[in-house]
């Protein structure tokens, strides 16, 4: 048999291979290793600056009011600081590597399994985080602190979207909310500082105002985050358009997206450098609170989303009940403590791994569990091998 060269686009990828792993190692020269062999930044020589420097009183933090960042954080168990990061910039990175804050990818923001250019619960905190960023650093307040309460503050929700509220809230003494469950059950074990969790456990409105005013600056962006990019998701996917806006909404704020969180942006930083609260100018808000309206009866309210929300609430109390009866099909991780006793723990584990699901792995477990016919699932998608 004639020798014949590869395909091309086997003998491409062999070299892009070969290219790749070349570099594994990086580049060494003059006693230090750059990750490009051409690399050629240069900064001035100083000591690092550490975490005291910037807790310090020429820190980053010029706003009167700002959470300041003082060693290791108040923490329910005490910590030793970080030498370079402060007790906040510790939170955020926690939140980002957690478990919790992965399986938002997974989860529901508006539609059950999202296509690819729709949000999920995960791109939601991503785009609060953004807003908050941007108002925190206008109004000179804590970053870090700002951007770990948004990472964080969803990390409670359940599978479905706010139908797991629903869902679960006859299992839980109080009620199930995505608030306080995210800062008191889902993201205790990070041991994160009390004003972390104070923002996370009290963004929603219906909860008492968080502590500080980073809290407060989230509690905003989390609502200007999901107005805009809730009816920018259904507006592509044609459930709704952009002439059907209220006329306050399109006169004050636009019909892009970009027009919009510039309008709510502006209107809580002038807001609140003006009158030294935490708050949105009048006329911004009137036009963002239309906005809600709007997407709540015609987006949020539809008959196929009140549909789909009985399907979660269906689905997820199916699978509490089935894990509370036999909680040895509940994983080991799962399983209440060995000296609990009671139905209510067995309960309270059962609600906690099925909060924690993403949407496909509940519809999965249904399915398996359950022997769920795929006609009974929230969305019609294929489920198969």
């Known amino acids: 048999m004639e020798d014949r060269d590869p395909p091309t686009g086997e003998h491409e990828q062999t070299e892009r291979a070969r290219a790749w792993a070349s570099t594994m190692d990086g580049h060494s020269t003059h006693h230090l290793r750059t990750a490009h062999r051409d690399s050629h930044a240069a900064i001035a020589i100083a000591p690092p600056i550490d975490r005291r420097n910037r807790e310090g009183p020429d820190g980053i933090l010029p706003a009167e009011g700002a959470t300041r960042a003082i060693g290791a954080g108040d923490r329910h168990v005490a910590e030793e600081p970080d030498p370079f990061r402060t007790c906040f910039e510790r939170d955020r990175d926690r939140i980002l590597h957690a478990t919790a804050f992965r399986r938002l990818a997974g989860k529901t923001q508006v539609f059950v399994f999202p296509e690819d250019h729709q949000r999920s619960r995960l791109t939601h905190a991503l785009e609060v985080a953004q807003v908050a960023r941007a108002i925190a650093t206008s109004l000179g307040l804590n970053v870090p602190l700002t951007e770990a309460i948004a990472l964080g503050h969803d990390c409670g929700h359940g599978p479905g979207g706010h139908a797991s509220e629903d869902a679960l809230t006859p299992y839980v003494e109080g009620g199930y909310d995505h608030a306080r469950w995210g800062a008191d ?161 067995v309960c309270l584990a059962a609600v906690r791994h099925v909060s924690g699901m993403t949407d496909r792995y509940a519809c999965r477990s249904a399915m398996r569990l359950l022997d769920w016919e795929v006609d009974r699932l929230p969305a019609a998608l294929d489920f198969g091998p």
């Open 185 to 345: 059950v889902t993201l205790e074990p990070l041991n994160l500082c009390c004003e972390t969790l104070d923002g996370i456990r009290n963004h929603s409105w219906s909860r008492p105002a968080p502590s500080t005013p980073e809290g407060e600056v989230v509690s905003w962006a989390d609502r200007i985050a999901y107005v805009c990019h809730d009816f920018e998701d259904a507006e592509h996917t044609g459930i709704v358009a952009a002439h059907e806006l209220p006329d306050l909404v399109r006169e004050r704020c636009g019909t892009t997206r970009r027009e919009q969180l510039a309008a709510f942006i502006g209107g809580v930083v002038t807001a609140s450098a003006r009158c030294g609260r935490i708050g949105m100018d009048a006329d911004a808000a009137d036009a963002l609170s239309a906005f809600r309206s709007f997407d709540y009866e015609r987006i949020y309210l539809r008959p196929e989303s009140v549909d789909q929300a009985a399907r979660v609430v269906d689905l997820l109390r199916a699978l509490v009940d089935h894990f509370t009866a036999r909680p040895t099909d509940l994983p080991s991780d799962a399983l209440p403590e060995p000296d609990a006793s009671g139905s209510d723990m």
